[in-house]
């Protein structure tokens, strides 16, 4: 009696495990939270979309403007090109799932200026040839489609004026496309 | 008939017990090692290999930061390991990195921001108050207006402090426990919480 008493109990154990490991496994790939996939980019023709607590349920610094800019198989790589502001700023490129796939900030180019093609590692020198594109700075991914998160500081009234400008300045388009 | 019974119940219970604990993990920051600095807990979107840490990224519908951004700290307790009430009034006082942009962010658990006219929810290193050579911060938070640096907790039902430094440095290398403030207790709404 015992020894089927514990066996039951073994037997829970298992599949309370099995779950718990494919819960975990499975929650980003079928997270409803995902990062930005709710967002409607078919407006965007070009620009960034912005973002806060309003239109997408990311965990987002409120001190900043966000915008997403999305890309895909569709669009291949992107080019984000504009002039940034002079406070703090930062580039994200994001899986779907929210999970950080590499990073640029303000300390890693110099000038404002900014020229930069974001695209998975293999398609980025073919874009690059194909649209006769010289040197310029590129964000490899190794993945196909994703969100490339733009933070800008508005912090205070003149942080956020200035954010805005850059903002409205920026480009996000698909790299093949010019 | 006993047997199959038992099959099934076995099975709910495995599989209730295992969605149980998986949520409870996930929400948990300090289970799976996660670092912690005091009461403050580094949240790493960006540890890919964690399949906790990518659970959670996920739930938290992403927006963290990357290494050459900066380091993200929460809190949900306050200094002597209670949890924080919305209902209780706190202040966050202590030094912060010198030298770093910084930003301090009151919501709930799910991330929901604090409702207030104002839309103050929370402070930066360039409009907090700071005071004394180490120039400390005293940022009070609560549902009744203080003196000072203050932002208003209404319409949130949960507490979540989220310090966000933005410095590759301090991601490389996470500040001290003596650099960063603590949240103590003021008091609590009479009968709002115990």
Redesign the interface.
Known sequence: MIDTGLR?FA???????????????L??SH?R????TGIDFSTADGTLVRVD?SN?????????L?AVCRFDEDTGPVRLTGTMPGT?W?I?A?SD????L????R??LRGSDIDLMIGRTATLDAARQSAGLGSLDTMSLPVDQGFV?L?L?A??LD?RSLAQEAFEGLECRPALSE | MFATL?LIL??L???L???G???W??GNVHLDGAQTIGQWSVLE??A?AN??E??R?????????????GIELITEVSADNKPLQAACAYLVSGPMPQGV?W?L?VSDRD???PSNPARR??F?S??AMAFGAARQVRISLGREVRPGDFVATTGLSSLRL?L?L?S?TLAARAPGRDQLPSVTSLGCDQGAAS
């Open positions: 039951w037997a829970t154990l298992c599949i309370a495990g099995l779950t718990h490991i494919g819960a975990i496994l929650t980003p997270s939270d995902l990062a930005f607590n997408t349920s990311a965990d987002l610094d409120p001190a900043f966000n703090y930062s994200a994001m799932d929210g999970r950080i590499s990073t640029l900030s300390e890693d998160l933070r500081f912090g205070g942080d | 038992r076995v099975t219970g495995g599989v017990l295992g969605l604990s998986a949520w993990a996930v979107d960006n890919k399949p906790y990518a659970a990224a996920a739930r938290r519908g992403g927006g963290g930061l990357g290494p050459s951004e942009l930003t962010t991330g929901h921001l929810f929370g930066t360039l409009d989220t966000r933005y590759p």
